[in-house]
């Protein structure tokens, strides 16, 4: 827009990428979400910030909103633990969910040393004995990326929808989203959740092709393609989660 052009090239200079709180010096992503209906500041687990600018936003409001609400990031830093959780390792013996039942990490065939397996899947990892989250993270998203695009595709033909891209993705804050340019991003983590809440998502997302907020009208082209959503909505809220 030109008014923020001229806004970028008249303000200060500071540091987009960085929020002075109380003296201290806190990172700041800017992300678009042209959902979005207003400014939304978010202070992430790891101590850093998160605004989000609407579609009619400007980058200057924005820095201008994360300014004005740095007494309650003061509040929320004061509430984050000295030393945050790490992620919790995944070891053999650990239970993790994988197409919404819960499976165990177990060793390999014949007790091997190079491999582990879940749910019916097997993964080679370097040390049995280690951190094997990395690796069976890695397989999961194989998975999903192998999986989920044939999925939406079969979707969308059914619906008379136009997909140009299905991307599988590390989001760490929604289970997937819609361009206007027909582009389905996903979340790897979603085979991780039952067959019904994938699918949902998977709906849910191409549904917005149809309509690009979260309107009544939104929600009814949800219910005439996923009458049952209601139950999937509820897992998702449940187990939101796995998202960190």
């Avoid at 993964?123 to 999903?144: E, S």
């Avoid at 699918?199 to 149809?210: N, Q």
Wanted: with cysteine; glycine share 6%.
């Amino acid at each position: 827009m030109l008014l923020d052009f001229i806004l970028r090239r008249t303000a200060p200079k500071a540091d987009e990428n960085f929020l002075d709180v109380r003296g201290r010096r806190i990172p700041l992503a800017t992300v678009r979400n042209h959902r979005a209906r207003r400014y939304l500041l978010r202070l992430r687990d790891d101590g850093s910030a998160r605004l989000t600018i609407p579609r009619r936003g400007s980058v200057i409001e924005g820095r201008r909103f994360a300014e004005r609400n740095r007494e309650w990031l003061a509040r929320q830093l004061e509430k984050l633990p000295t030393h945050p959780a790490k992620a919790k390792q995944w070891l053999v013996g650990t239970e993790i969910l994988f197409r919404g039942e819960l499976v165990r990490i177990e060793t390999g065939v014949n007790g091997g040393a190079g491999a582990v397996r879940f749910g019916g899947e097997t993964v080679r990892v370097p040390d049995v004995g280690a951190d094997l989250r990395p690796w069976v993270v890695k397989h999961l998203w194989k998975l999903a990326d192998k999986e989920f695009p044939p999925r939406v595709f079969e979707f969308a033909t059914a619906h008379q929808l136009t997909v140009n891209r299905v991307t599988v993705r590390n989001q760490r804050s929604r289970w997937g989203s819609c361009s206007r340019r027909g582009t389905i991003s996903l979340n790897w983590r979603l085979i991780q959740t039952p067959p019904f809440v994938r699918d949902y998502i998977f709906l849910h997302e191409l549904m917005h092709l149809r309509q690009m907020n979260h309107s009544a009208g939104f929600w009814r082209e949800v219910e005439s393609v996923c009458p049952g959503y209601a139950v999937a909505e509820k897992w998702v809220k449940q187990h939101s989660a796995l998202l960190k």
